[in-house]
C-alpha cells in the first residue's frame, strides 16, 4: 500500500509559482511511476504529469510543458510539481497519484492517490 500526501496548495496570481510537494510511503519498489493530476470544478480529472521515478524520466500534458516542472527526492520519497507562469486556468485541485503499471496518462492506471491539493490563481 502506498500513502501519498500532497501539499503547497495557496491562493497565488497570475504570473505566480507555486510548488506542490507529494510525500509517498510505502515499501520499495511498491509503485513504478508518480503522476500529478488536477481537477477543476465541473471538469473530469485531467492529467498534468508524470515522472518514473527510478530514472527519473518526467512527462507532462500540453497545457503545461514548458510552465511545471516535475522532480522528486529519491532520499525523502517526495515528488515536487514547480509551478511557474500560473494562469487561472490552472486553478483546480491537484493530486498525486502512483501507478505500479508504468508510466501514463491515465487515471486508471493509477491505484493511489492523495488527497489533493488546493491551487487557486486569481486574475
Known amino acids: 500500500q502506498v500513502q501519498l500526501v500532497e501539499s503547497g496548495g495557496g491562493l497565488v496570481q497570475t504570473g505566480d509559482s507555486l510548488r506542490l510537494s507529494c510525500a509517498a510511503s510505502?515499501?520499495?519498489?511498491?509503485?513504478?511511476?508518480l503522476g500529478w493530476f488536477r481537477q477543476a470544478p465541473g471538469k473530469e480529472r485531467e492529467f498534468v504529469g508524470t515522472?518514473?521515478?527510478?530514472?527519473?524520466?518526467?512527462y507532462y500534458a500540453d497545457s503545461v510543458r514548458g510552465r511545471f516542472t516535475i522532480s522528486r527526492d529519491n532520499a525523502k520519497n517526495t515528488v515536487y510539481l514547480q509551478m511557474d507562469s500560473l494562469k487561472p486556468e490552472d486553478t483546480a485541485v491537484y493530486y498525486c497519484?502512483?501507478?505500479?503499471?508504468?508510466?501514463?496518462?491515465?487515471?486508471?492506471?493509477?491505484?493511489?492517490w492523495g488527497q489533493g491539493t488546493q491551487v487557486t490563481v486569481s486574475s
Open positions: 497519484a502512483a501507478s505500479s503499471l508504468g508510466v501514463s496518462m491515465r487515471r486508471i492506471d493509477y491505484a493511489y
Open positions: 510505502g515499501r520499495a519498489g511498491s509503485y513504478y511511476a
Open positions: 515522472i518514473r521515478w527510478s530514472f527519473g524520466t518526467t
